[in-house]
């Protein structure tokens, strides 16, 4: 059985890297730190966020900071200042790209169940690909999404913050809605393909406070009912939660307390960076299955937290003939 690597990897502002399409020469230090992330994991499909917008620009980046890795670029239609993009290798293939755009106009929502109906959009639409496995082999859905931050970056008053701050969670369980709905489309199909969503969700497992107040969250809404078991989407890093080793390291970003400015410089650990495989990849229904606890974080070392604000997270899957 032939086995491949999957990452997403968020590279913070990677527009910024740029100029004239090629790196800053200020900027080389902090590109060799982000191909080192690359490099280590050595994807053979790899979703980035926060991409750069210019194609010129990351062929410029894969031939001078990844030149042995074979990435070809599949970039649909700008996402904007962070954009969406793809690289993939050898044996993956393009068959479609953000031909779904469409789908992702805006639409209204009713998301605390109050009976009103509210308008929704995506700051950064999902980008929809199908990637062949080798020259007529298997077929696989990814689908990319980097979903607006849940943080609040303008000054406002305690009463302020807490007003923001849940409708920042309404905002992003109307996209979860919206994601799942497409998700169960795909997994509904008359002939379905197995399914990887990937990207920087910005919401981790559980309820915070605000989410409580609404009794949803983005990931598990995704994820999947309990009620529609055979339709529940699998969480690649989930089995590092049950090895205490390995739980101290299950976090993909860190940032200060936006309240208490803590004396010791604490920071909080977030797992927001995630991969979710559809079912019939775990129970071995289809011919792309996810290898069990192949699911990684990747290094979150000075170097590495000097490239990117977030880590990467990648895992493998395996082709049965």
């Avoid at 800053?24 to 979703?47: F, S, T």
């Avoid at 030149?67 to 904007?80: D, H, I, T, Y």
């Avoid at 009794?215 to 995704?222: A, C, D, R, Y």
């Avoid at 000097?306 to 997270?313: F, I, K, L, Q, Y």
Wanted: charged residues 25%.
């Amino acid at each position: 059985m032939a086995k491949y690597t999957l990452m997403t990897y968020n590279i913070q502002h990677m527009n910024r890297l740029f100029a004239n399409a090629a790196v800053k020469p200020g900027e080389a230090k902090r590109a060799e730190g982000i191909a080192k992330v690359i490099q280590k994991v050595n994807p053979h499909l790899l979703g980035i966020c926060e991409a750069a917008n210019d194609p010129q620009e990351h062929r410029n980046f894969i031939e001078n900071y990844l030149p042995e890795m074979g990435f070809q670029l599949a970039q649909g239609v700008s996402r904007g200042a962070q954009n969406l993009v793809f690289y993939y290798r050898q044996p993956f293939s393009v068959l479609s790209l953000d031909e779904n755009h469409s789908y992702y106009d805006p639409w209204h929502s009713d998301t605390d169940d109050d009976g009103l109906e509210e308008n929704y959009h995506w700051e950064r639409r999902p980008l929809e690909a199908t990637f062949e496995i080798t020259p007529g082999g298997p077929k696989l859905d990814v689908l990319l999404v980097h979903t607006k931050s849940k943080g609040i970056f303008t000054v406002v008053d305690f009463q302020n913050f807490q007003k923001i701050a849940l409708a920042n969670r309404k905002r992003l369980v109307a996209q979860a809605i919206k994601l799942r709905s497409r998700l169960n489309e795909l997994l509904t199909d008359a002939n379905p393909r197995p399914i990887v969503v990937m990207g920087d969700l910005n919401d981790g497992p559980g309820l915070d406070a605000f989410e409580s107040m609404l009794g949803k969250s983005f990931v598990e809404t995704v994820m999947g009912s309990v009620f529609e078991p055979d339709l529940i989407f699998h969480n690649v890093l989930w089995w590092m939660s049950k090895e205490r080793g390995l739980m101290k390291d299950l976090w993909t970003a860190d940032f200060p307390d936006p309240i208490v400015n803590h004396p010791l410089g604490y920071r909080h650990q977030v797992w927001v960076d995630h991969i979710l495989v559809s079912p019939d990849m775990v129970w071995g229904a289809s011919q792309v299955r996810y290898v069990d606890e192949s699911g990684r974080v990747g290094p979150g070392d000075r170097a590495a937290r000097t490239a990117s604000d977030h880590r990467a997270v990648h895992c493998q899957i395996e082709v049965v003939e």
